[in-house]
């Protein structure tokens, strides 16, 4: 009997070793698992810069850095060819820096407006709406771009400015002059804080608003040559971006929660000095991230430049003149493409893996900027 229980004990102590081997065994080709799915992307990522490099480096060695980096004679299919890529990269920054200019003004006091001043059920309508921008292809929006709103622009292009000027301009100066008023209301002397939020806002209000007007009056008397520009392109990139920075910006604000709001409200803080001060500096990484991963689609966009951009090589004159034609990387990449494909191994190819290479990096080095800053930002919230 005795040896029977020990029989039955040894053999489950087995079938429990071998149990536990087992889970051992899954639980480590499970973590092998996930290791493989989580460093694919990286491997990937890693793959496309070897293979960018691979057939970028036989241009320098063939043609040099100071003419692709100094030059703006961009004849590729000429003899001798030339590959000065200064006006395309000029180009680039040019229709990228007015898309921030359109974008990040209204995503940021849009992403504001939703996240503290718009009633929750308004919110909830208003911001599947412009997150709907995100779901249009971009091919649409470059339609748009250059059968109706080029045209549009090169007709009344002075009076779709001062309309576009007045549209942007209006409402974030009423919501600066009402956070100035704000904040002056209480430190002011009593003669003037008696006027009141509003009566202050009104009273600064004047010489502000004379002054979009006049600005917005001068661009009547533009005439444009060409609707195919870099404005044409900066306005839809910054609409196109639109989505983006609302959309993490808002989020951003929602996370920093109530119990910051409640305290700065407990302490005498007004609403403005609550946002101003509490929680736009608390969700300032986010915000930050948002305008990064803005900037990066307009950096990165193709169809809307090729199509809109009027894709002259050539630095505009005189400088930041965003109503001449433009021409971009990425446009650029695309539309040699065809043309390079026949030739195979000459500089014309491989001058196309160049301007890839430098797209990388540019996108890289936003990445390692926005990752420094949202970093930086974790170290002085934890101390």
Same mark, same amino acid.
């Given at each position: 009997?005795?040896d029977?229980r020990?029989?039955?004990q040894r053999?489950? !102590?087995i079938?429990?070793a071998?149990?536990n081997?087992l889970?051992?065994?899954?639980? %480590?080709?499970?973590r092998?698992?996930?290791l493989?799915?989580?460093?694919?992307s990286?491997l990937?990522i890693?793959?496309i810069?070897?293979?960018i490099?691979?057939?970028?480096l036989p241009? &320098?060695?063939?043609?040099?850095?100071?003419e692709?980096?100094?030059?703006?004679?961009w004849y590729p299919s000429? +003899?001798?060819?030339?590959?000065?890529a200064t006006s395309? &990269?000029?180009g680039?920054g040019?229709v990228t !820096?007015?898309a921030i200019l359109?974008?990040?003004p209204?995503g940021v006091?849009?992403?504001? *407006?939703l996240?503290?001043m718009?009633?929750f059920?308004?919110?909830?309508?208003?911001?599947?709406v412009?997150?709907m921008?995100?779901?249009?292809?971009?091919v649409a &929006?470059g339609f748009?771009?250059?059968?109706?709103?080029?045209p549009?622009?090169?007709?009344?292009?002075?009076?779709?400015?001062?309309v576009?000027?007045?549209?942007?301009?209006?409402?974030?100066?009423f919501?600066?002059?009402?956070?100035?008023s704000?904040?002056?209301?209480?430190?002011l002397?009593e003669?003037i804080?008696?006027?009141?939020?509003?009566g202050?806002a009104?009273a600064?209000?004047?010489?502000?608003?004379w002054g979009i007007?006049?600005?917005?009056?001068?661009?009547h008397?533009?005439?444009?040559?060409?609707g195919?520009?870099?404005l044409?392109?900066?306005?839809?990139?910054?609409?196109?971006?639109?989505?983006t920075?609302? +959309?993490?910006?808002?989020?951003?604000?929602? +996370?920093?929660?109530?119990? %910051?709001?409640?305290?700065a $409200?407990a302490?005498g803080?007004?609403?403005?000095?609550?946002?101003?001060r509490?929680?736009?500096?608390a969700?300032k990484s986010?915000?930050c991230?948002?305008i990064i991963?803005g900037?990066m689609?307009?950096?990165?966009?193709?169809m809307?430049?090729?199509?809109?951009?009027g894709?002259?090589?050539q630095?505009?004159r005189p400088?930041?003149?965003? %109503?001449?034609?433009?021409?971009?990387l990425?446009a650029?990449?695309a539309?040699?493409?065809g043309e390079?494909?026949?030739?195979?191994?000459?500089?014309?190819y491989?001058?196309?893996?160049a301007?890839? !290479? *430098?797209l990388?990096?540019? +996108? $890289?080095?936003?990445? $390692?900027?926005?990752?420094?800053?949202v970093?930086?930002t974790?170290?002085?919230?934890?101390?």
């Amino acid at each position: 009997m005795a040896d029977t229980r020990f029989i039955i004990q040894r053999n489950s !102590l087995i079938i429990s070793a071998r149990a536990n081997r087992l889970r051992r065994l899954a639980a %480590l080709g499970g973590r092998g698992i996930l290791l493989l799915i989580t460093s694919s992307s990286a491997l990937v990522i890693l793959f496309i810069f070897y293979f960018i490099i691979k057939d970028a480096l036989p241009f &320098f060695q063939l043609r040099g850095l100071k003419e692709f980096f100094t030059s703006t004679a961009w004849y590729p299919s000429s +003899s001798p060819a030339s590959f000065g890529a200064t006006s395309i &990269f000029v180009g680039s920054g040019l229709v990228t !820096l007015g898309a921030i200019l359109v974008s990040v003004p209204l995503g940021v006091t849009a992403a504001v *407006c939703l996240s503290d001043m718009l009633p929750f059920s308004l919110r909830q309508l208003v911001k599947p709406v412009i997150e709907m921008l995100a779901a249009i292809p971009s091919v649409a &929006f470059g339609f748009f771009a250059l059968v109706v709103f080029a045209p549009q622009l090169q007709e009344r292009g002075g009076t779709i400015l001062s309309v576009a000027w007045w549209m942007i301009t209006a409402p974030v100066a009423f919501l600066m002059l009402w956070i100035v008023s704000s904040v002056l209301s209480s430190r002011l002397p009593e003669r003037i804080r008696s006027m009141g939020r509003l009566g202050l806002a009104a009273a600064l209000a004047a010489p502000t608003f004379w002054g979009i007007w006049f600005v917005g009056r001068s661009f009547h008397a533009l005439e444009i040559s060409s609707g195919a520009n870099a404005l044409n392109v900066s306005i839809i990139l910054g609409i196109m971006a639109l989505p983006t920075i609302v +959309s993490v910006s808002e989020d951003a604000l929602q +996370s920093v929660g109530g119990e %910051l709001r409640e305290g700065a $409200y407990a302490l005498g803080a007004t609403r403005t000095e609550t946002m101003l001060r509490i929680v736009i500096p608390a969700a300032k990484s986010g915000i930050c991230a948002a305008i990064i991963l803005g900037i990066m689609r307009a950096i990165g966009e193709t169809m809307v430049v090729w199509m809109a951009s009027g894709n002259a090589a050539q630095i505009p004159r005189p400088w930041f003149n965003v %109503l001449e034609p433009v021409r971009t990387l990425t446009a650029t990449i695309a539309g040699e493409t065809g043309e390079a494909d026949h030739v195979t191994g000459s500089a014309r190819y491989h001058v196309l893996f160049a301007m890839a !290479l *430098c797209l990388l990096v540019i +996108s $890289y080095a936003f990445n $390692y900027v926005s990752d420094r800053i949202v970093r930086r930002t974790s170290r002085i919230g934890r101390a």
